[in-house]
């Protein structure tokens, strides 16, 4: 993995999202359901279901990693699927195909539900993925910090550095959010920590 981290802004998501239904537009597929990731591929799949007009969203949770470039042993199904899926089109989203493990797990469920076609969309696709997704928009190598983990990462490098002063360094916030919404994020952590 590189060692660098590639920050997004809800911006960045949204902009990623519409590129993403787009792609997903232009091949014609029309899925029936989709079948969102928890939890960082449930934004995702809400943007692309409103861009395509898709009412039915559906929810698994799968669990692989436990911390930045830390993965369990295999990926675990946290929340399962509840909403009949037989018969239909499907396209599972999340944020990013990263070992593809994840992935795989979700579409060997999709199956065992009855789905008669299923596909895959992804924003990023890490190049060493077992699974590639029939949908992505972006590769990257680097670990991807999403809006909706700031908060996460942050606690998590703080007991790397030592400070949360570090481990905004070490993302590089300021260059992505304004300095307001970093003191406010700040005051937050830091109040937990007192």
Known sequence: M?????????????DLSLELAR???LSKYVPDAIV???RGGYIVAKLVSDYLGIEHISTLEIKF???IGEK???PIVISPIVHDLRGKKVLIVDDVADSGRTLQ???DIVRLHGAKDVRT???YLKPWSITMPDYY???TKSWIVFPWEVGEILRELKGRYGSLEEALKQLELEKYYQTNILEKLLKILEAKYT
């Open 65 to 67: 990693y436990k911390g």
């Open 137 to 139: 928009v972006a590769d």
């Open 105 to 107: 797990v979700a579409i």
């Open 36 to 38: 969102a990731i928890l």
């Open 72 to 74: 369990a042993e295999r």
């Open 23 to 25: 792609k997903i537009m």
């Open 121 to 123: 969309a992804t924003l």
């Open 2 to 14: 590189d060692k660098g981290f590639l920050v997004l802004s809800w911006n960045d998501i949204v």
